[in-house]
């Protein structure tokens, strides 16, 4: 795996016309990086409308129209069977990346072992951020939590809305599952979980770096930062665990939470209910919203193996 000039193509997989405005302004952000990409590729998921408009209004973009399954995972490897760059990343289209975005991920690629990496992502409310919703569970809404790494450093698998692969790799290795996965606006996901841990057995001694630097932004709508959205993006959450489990075994799946069950919610609880000492009553709330976050996880954990187990989706 060369790295004497890598060429960076940058694959945004959209479903909906709700999104238009964010597509447009991904594609924007895409092209206007500090150093410039080799393509920008647009996979249509399974519209005919979204396909035609895109087409029309977005001419400086590469479309596709999805060959696969309908969903995340399918749109996505028809991407990548059409990409030509030597790395593959993937924004969301509702993200919109930083200047510094494409530089800042092949600059992860200076060591040949590196074979995956991702950036931050921060949050760019449209309504106003509820007080109750703790830093540990901006996972929820698809961005960087309290947790993750603050500089450069190795990790299980990046964060859907902002990560990359070598092209080669993720040819060898099949690409995404598409059992697993987001379909439409359901709240399913992990399938770059599954994805990473299965092209790091492949390739031994390779890693994923997460650099924060690489910065993108991503929407959170108003429907995002309600209670019963953040009830069943935990449960769907601990479906998608898992699948991804009898997928690739409890051990590698499960390995990054339970230093974030053991640790990393017990001291937001604590802080929580520090904050309540200092006169702040949302840390009381906020407090609840871990307890509440991980036991809806559970749940949805448990309810996905008796799925698995019984052959149920």
Not at 19 to 44: G, K, N, Y
Request: proline share 5%.
């Amino acid at each position: 795996m060369s790295n004497s000039i890598l060429a960076l193509s940058v694959i945004i997989c959209t479903y909906t016309m709700e999104r238009w405005a964010d597509l447009q302004a991904a594609v924007d952000s895409a092209l206007a990086q500090s150093v410039p990409v080799l393509e920008v590729i647009v996979v249509v998921d399974h519209h005919h409308g979204l396909y035609d408009q895109t087409r029309r209004l977005l001419p400086e973009a590469r479309l596709l129209a999805s060959t696969g399954p309908r969903g995340l995972s399918g749109a996505r490897n028809s991407g990548i069977a059409v990409a030509r760059g030597d790395i593959v990343a993937f924004l969301d289209d509702d993200a919109v990346a930083g200047p510094h975005w494409a530089e800042r991920l092949v600059d992860c690629y200076r060591e040949p072992q590196v074979i995956g990496a991702g950036g931050g992502v921060m949050p760019a409310w449209r309504a106003p951020r509820p007080r109750w919703l703790p830093e540990e569970f901006l996972w929820v809404v698809g961005c960087s939590y309290l947790g993750q790494p603050t500089a450069r450093s190795p990790v299980r698998n990046a964060i859907g809305a902002n990560m990359s692969f070598r092209r080669e790799v993720l040819q060898r290795s099949g690409g995404f599952d598409p059992s697993v996965g987001r379909q439409g606006a359901n709240a399913a996901g992990c399938e770059e979980t599954e994805l990473s841990i299965r092209v790091r057995r492949q390739f031994p001694g390779s890693m994923i770096l997460l650099e924060p630097r690489a910065e993108v932004t991503h929407t959170v709508t108003a429907e995002r930062v309600t209670r019963r959205y953040f009830r069943g993006r935990c449960r769907a959450e601990g479906r998608s665990k898992a699948v991804v489990t009898t997928l690739v075994g409890t051990d590698d799946a499960l390995a990054s939470e339970r230093t974030y069950v053991t640790r990393t919610l017990p001291l937001g609880v604590a802080r929580g209910l520090g904050a309540v000492l200092r006169r702040e009553p949302a840390g009381a709330a906020r407090a609840l919203a871990i307890v509440e976050g991980l036991a809806f996880t559970t749940v949805g954990y448990l309810d996905g193996r008796a799925r698995r187990k019984s052959g149920r989706r």
